[in-house]
């Protein structure tokens, strides 16, 4: 594919273009890698000029992305052009491809609500030969929307053109799942049921709301990280050895395990799911109120800040083995990481090898980290067994993962993104939950904040 010409960021002063896509610009031109003719086109409906919106880009870099020196800020702002106007009308949309000098990458960063208008709108406008659309989280809100966007995009773009984000196939401890996993014989053999007794696949967050309840409320925790961040971890955890790392058989081995994981049954679901909301409490010395009191929640909607799932792959490689998903918000402690819990050896020639705890391999994010927990004989009593831990700290990611899937947007890569049919398989697997927990088949319940949550991490 060639290389983009243009970017076009419908919702260019919004929050994540100011958190994440400016500075993910920024972070590419520092390292030489932002297409060398992009031009960047910034649209929203602030009767702003250019000038007005580099101030604004300027600002926004100093806050998220302090370690990009003024210099460099300036140079990359120097590419950023504004253009006022309402997406939702064919003609602005025209006016924002027209003239691009190749092909245009158009991100909705936008209220989902205008994600089908503004496709719509696009298939209508003169996007030149391979232009591509990236769409933003969440895809729909459900199997029913998530498959009429698909649809929707599909009339008008190939498949190839569609980037759906998710930014955690962005991040470098996501990838090496697959170095650790496919380049190992010390891991590879242990990776099945025979080895390994359960996963545990962990995002806690020590955040709060911080003002984000006009999209949260209507989400939750567990449409707004099971449904896709961490159903993607569980995908590099279980799937098979691709048969290369293209994009093809890369995402076709992610769908496959998507398609065994087993759905649950509502009975199930009050046995393997946990859902609750935070009550006030301290995180540090930050007083946090509880949600229902954060402004803009609506406490009747009963939105659940805390979700837990537990998932079985029905494969022979993950045949009775848990697949435990658990996110939460405004807990005592940022944990993000997918622990491998390895079962016990039988007839040890030790006397009491339950005292060092089991075998676990580790995978951490943010800081990103490997590790292994063992058992050695300890110093001093030869044959008495001590924990050990085997640790790598990785080298920081060279660059953010919104800037390694932008990248790959210019270039035409989706080997990162979302597919249509991995994005309906993730809502085929949260349904029945949300399902069930409208139902009444799991209560609500309440953890205060800064604590552990409702169940161990
Ligand atoms: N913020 C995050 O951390 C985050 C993380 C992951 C995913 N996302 C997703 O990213 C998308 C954007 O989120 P956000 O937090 O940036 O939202 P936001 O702060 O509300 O920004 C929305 C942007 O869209 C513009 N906009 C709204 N209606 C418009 C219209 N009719 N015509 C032109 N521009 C319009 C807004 O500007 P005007 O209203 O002034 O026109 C603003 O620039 C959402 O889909 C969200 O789910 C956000």
């Known amino acids: 594919m060639t290389t983009a010409a243009r970017l076009v960021i419908l919702g260019a002063t919004g929050d994540l273009t100011g958190r994440y896509l400016l500075p993910a610009l920024a972070h590419l031109a520092v390292a030489e890698h932002l297409p060398e003719r992009l031009e960047v086109l910034g649209v929203a409906r602030d009767d702003w000029d250019t000038g007005r919106f580099r101030e604004h880009a300027l600002s926004r870099l100093r806050r998220h992305a302090a370690n990009v020196d003024g210099a460099a800020a300036e140079r990359v702002v120097g590419r950023f052009g504004y253009r006022p106007g309402d997406v939702t009308d064919p003609a602005v949309l025209d006016a924002c491809v027209e003239g691009a000098g190749g092909p245009v ?16 709108g ?22 029913d929307s998530a498959a009429s966007l698909n649809d929707l995009l599909h009339r008008s773009f190939p498949e190839e053109a569609v980037f759906r984000m998710d930014h955690f196939l962005g991040k470098q401890t996501v990838q090496n799942v697959l170095g650790l996993r496919f380049a190992n014989r010390l891991f590879d053999p242990l990776w099945c049921a025979e080895h390994v007794e359960r996963v545990d696949i962990v995002w806690d967050e020590t955040v709060a709301l911080e003002g984000r309840a006009g999209y949260y409320d209507h989400a939750g925790a567990l449409r707004d990280m099971v449904q896709n961040h961490l159903l993607q971890l569980l995908c590099l955890v279980a799937m098979e050895r691709p048969s290369g790392l293209g994009e093809r058989p890369l995402r076709d081995a992610k769908v496959a395990v998507l398609r065994q994981v087993r759905r649950l049954t509502a009975d199930e679901v009050a046995g393997q799911s946990v859902r609750a909301r935070y009550a006030a409490g301290r995180i540090g ?29 029905d494969s022979h490689r993950w045949r009775g083995v848990p697949f435990r998903l658990r996110s939460g918000k405004a807990l005592g402690m940022d944990s993000r990481e997918i622990r491998l819990q390895l079962r016990p050896l039988e007839r040890l020639p030790f ?27 300890g110093a001093g009593e030869p044959f008495c067994l001590d924990p050990a831990r085997l640790e790598v700290v990785l080298a920081p990611q060279e660059l953010p993962a919104y800037a390694r899937l932008l990248l790959d947007a210019f270039e035409g890569d989706p080997i990162l993104s979302i597919r249509a049919d991995e994005a309906e398989e993730c809502w085929r697997i949260v349904e029945p939950v949300l399902a069930a927990w409208d139902a009444g088949a799991a209560p609500l319940l309440e953890y205060p904040a800064g604590s552990g949550g409702p169940t161990a991490g």
């Open 122 to 143: 696009l298939a209508g406008s003169r996007l030149p030969t391979g232009s591509r659309i990236v769409v933003e989280k969440p895809f729909g809100t459900d199997l």
């Open 285 to 313: 010395d930050r007083a946090v109120p509880a949600y229902v009191q954060e402004p803009g929640v609506d406490g009747d909607r009963r939105t659940e800040t805390f979700a837990e799932v537990t998932l079985f792959v």
């Open 351 to 377: 006397g009491q090898p339950d005292e060092v705890g089991p075998n676990v391999i580790t995978l951490s994010m943010d800081p990103d980290r490997l590790a292994a927990d063992i058992a050695l004989n």
């Open 105 to 120: 990458v158009v991100y909705l960063a936008l209220p989902p609500s205008l994600f089908a208008p503004v496709v719509a």
